[in-house]
């Protein structure tokens, strides 16, 4: 009920957007977004778009993971 | 690229698995509140990855677990009704009650229309002018608004006979009620998708008032790890506060137009929990204004039944004071096949999600 599952907009029109997850694709209805385009990823729930995916948040969330990964190879037995 | 490979990465997840058993020093309790969380928690098998001390249990964020049998009752009655199509969410279906269920209704002819969003529903509407068509509303601020772009648009669109039976509800005060009901909860993996709507101001009161760390998870294993090794930091330096992890996601403003839509068509109001009975503003219902297409309005609730005495421990489970495995009808009495409770219905039931991926290994 409370899943949302990450889709690619494809094409926009009338309110809504023709989104692809893996080989499907479903109509969504935009109209709890603004300013979306073709090739946003969004959230979809229930079939309305309800927040678009921030790439550049999702790479720096990654960034900080494999860092850790480097200081514990860098000194190992410390965390500080 | 496909972000969400890149959080369920394997090296990812070793290196928090090896950071979290670096610093996990105590013994930490933390409850994920959404059933998403639950059910990615159990297919990824991260209770068995995490080092002993630390505990994840469920809470009351399976909209279908905490519904009432009243609702389930009413639109029931609905669905026996001439001239009335009920198009709900599947989940619901198979939700026992009252020695019946909706399934079991749909099988003996009652017009039971599944669908996966609001949208068919209008669709139903505009389809068959001679019915009326009511729309199983619940689900939390994820799908609330949704439903309020539904009903202002079967306004837009003129279709008066469209309905919705509201069971919406909203997350806060139920975290409140886990609180106050006494918990040894010592911090929260909080909801994304709701936050995804909401931003991340909902939850200040949990640190605030009761001293408990919060922080807002995504729902692959990467995220969710990352998130609890966040909470470990938390109550290690004994310094709680609201933490977004899911932050690809959840901005802190949350979206507005969402929220704004939402605020238009519902008002707060009391609303009844499996687990707690009746929560104070913890519900949502149609403004006077949208009134004529509420179906509790329009179409009033059968007399109430007396419930029928269950062994089910789905609500102290919800309420995070025990675990699936406590209930003497678990995987007995009790299975996916054969639900005796809510729990164990929904695929994001605390019951459900341990029976599929427990009793398989
Ligand atoms: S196992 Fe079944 S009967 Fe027991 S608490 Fe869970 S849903 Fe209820």
Redesign the interface.
């Known amino acids: 009920m409370c899943l949302s599952i990450p889709v690619r907009i494809v094409t926009i029109e009338g309110g809504f957007a023709t989104v692809s997850f893996g080989e499907n694709t479903y109509r969504a209805s935009l109209q709890l977004l603004e300013g979306m385009k073709p090739g946003d990823y969004v959230l979809l729930h229930a079939g309305f778009a309800i927040q678009k995916l921030d790439r550049q948040e999702a790479e720096e969330t990654l960034r900080l993971i494999d860092e850790m990964q480097d200081l514990s190879d860098g000194k190992s037995g410390s965390d500080q | 690229m496909?972000?969400?490979k890149?959080?369920r990465e394997r090296?990812?997840v070793d290196?928090?698995l090896?950071?979290i058993r670096?610093?996990a020093t105590e013994k930490y309790i933390f409850m994920e509140v959404?059933?998403?969380h639950t059910?990615a928690i159990h297919s990824y098998g991260i209770p068995g990855l995490l080092p002993g001390s630390i505990n994840l249990i469920s809470g009351p964020?399976?909209?279908?677990c905490v519904t009432s049998e009243s609702f389930l009752d009413h639109a029931i009655a609905l669905s026996a009704m001439p001239g009335i199509l009920v198009a709900t969410?599947g989940?619901l279906l198979r939700v026992p009650g009252g020695g019946t269920s909706l399934e079991k209704e749909k099988a003996a002819g009652a017009s039971i229309i599944v669908v996966?969003?609001?949208?068919?529903a209008l669709d139903l509407a505009a389809k068959n002018k001679d019915k009326m068509v009511v729309f199983l509303a619940?689900?939390?601020e994820?799908?609330a608004?949704?439903t309020a772009?539904g009903v202002l648009?079967a306004g837009k669109r003129g279709l008066a006979n469209f309905f919705i039976l509201s069971a919406h509800k909203i997350m806060p005060p139920a975290m409140r009620a886990v609180v106050e009901g006494g918990t040894n909860v010592n911090g929260f993996i909080c909801?994304g998708?709701?936050s995804?709507?909401t931003g991340s101001g909902i939850y200040g009161f949990l640190p605030d008032d009761f001293g408990i760390g919060c922080v807002i998870s995504g729902f692959e294993p990467?995220d969710i790890l990352?998130s609890v090794l966040m909470l470990i930091r938390q109550v290690n330096r004994k310094d709680p506060g609201v933490e977004v992890?899911y932050?690809?996601?959840?901005r802190p403003e949350g979206?507005p137009?969402?929220m704004n839509?939402m605020k238009q068509v519902f008002k707060v109001s009391d609303q009844w929990w499996r687990g707690f009975g009746t929560i104070p503003g913890s519900g949502l219902q149609l403004k006077p204004e949208y009134e004529k297409s509420d179906a509790g309005k329009v179409f009033p609730a059968p007399p109430q039944r007396q419930p029928v005495e269950s062994l089910c421990m789905c609500g102290s489970i919800l309420r995070g004071t025990h675990t699936p495995a406590d209930c003497p009808l678990f995987g007995t009495g009790c299975t996916p096949a054969d639900p005796a409770g809510a729990c164990m219905v929904?695929a994001?039931g605390a019951c459900h999600a341990f029976h599929k991926y427990t009793m398989s290994l």
């Open positions: 496909d972000i969400s890149e959080f090296g990812r290196i928090l090896r950071q670096q610093e959404c059933g998403g059910t964020g399976c909209p279908v969410f989940d996966y969003s609001i949208n068919e619940i689900g939390f994820t799908t608004p949704g772009a648009d909801p998708h709701v995804a709507i990467v990352q992890q932050t690809r996601a959840v979206n137009k969402a839509i929904s994001e």
